[in-house]
């Protein structure tokens, strides 16, 4: 069975736009839509409802095919050393997603898809985003599918945001990726945009997705599939 290969970029702002744009073109090229994750809200006081040209981009990029993805809210730190949904209660997680859902609204951005900043999403945060409409949860070694209550196992292969960007780990990713490509099943490439400007991190996804689609791997983007529809008697 081929590979579904999910390519993820995440940390898109006013700074990293042009290359997020860039490696965007290069998906294009390999005919890989890409899924982009997005937060309302980052560090350096950034505010995605002030950012119109970083708005006009993405919602560009989905209406040709590719997904967004909320990815938190101000993606600050809720406990020490710890992400912004790895260790929330349920009535805060509520609060925070709520927050986050009314600003990718208000911007029309908005998504039934969710992945918690560095993968990491409390139980308190999994049991919340039913309660704010929420189809799917992004985690780093599975996909949950929150209406049907049923996790696929896949985990996340990434440079940032989390993930180490040294070059004995680049090159232990792209054996990885090429590796979870010939098995087949689901295989999820993730980077942060800031990483994009560095020429080693930025040729290692290119080169994981190179051999994943040599491999047979198709393109896809992250996805809630709708319960079919019932037919009439």
């Excluded at 929150?146 to 292969?157: G, H, I, N, P």
């Amino acid at each position: 069975m081929n590979a579904e290969l999910i390519v993820s970029v995440s940390g898109i702002r006013d700074t990293t736009r042009d290359m997020a744009m860039e490696f965007a073109e290069e998906m294009d090229r390999r005919g890989v839509p890409l899924s982009l994750l997005v937060a309302p809200r980052l560090k350096g006081k950034y505010r995605l409802v002030d950012d119109l040209a970083t708005q006009a981009w993405l919602r560009d990029r989905r209406v040709r095919g590719d997904a967004i993805v909320l990815h938190g809210y101000d993606q600050a730190a809720t406990k020490r050393r710890r992400a912004e949904f790895a260790a929330l209660p349920r009535h805060e997680a509520r609060l925070r997603l709520t927050a986050a859902d009314r600003v990718m609204e208000q911007v029309d951005l908005r998504t039934r898809l969710f992945a918690a900043p560095r993968w990491d999403a409390s139980p308190g945060a999994l049991d919340a985003l039913p309660e704010v409409g929420f189809r799917l949860a992004l985690g780093l070694t599975s996909i949950v599918d929150l209406e049907r209550d049923v996790a696929q196992k896949s985990r996340v292969y990434g440079i940032g945001a989390g993930f180490r960007a040294q070059p004995w780990w680049c090159r232990a990713l792209v054996m990885g990726a090429a590796r979870a490509a010939r098995r087949g099943g689901v295989l999820r490439l993730a980077v942060s945009a800031a990483q994009l400007d560095r020429s080693g991190p930025r040729q290692t996804m290119l080169d994981a997705v190179d051999l994943a689609l040599f491999h047979g791997a198709h393109g896809h983007i992250y996805r809630w599939e709708p319960f079919p529809a019932a037919r009439a008697a």
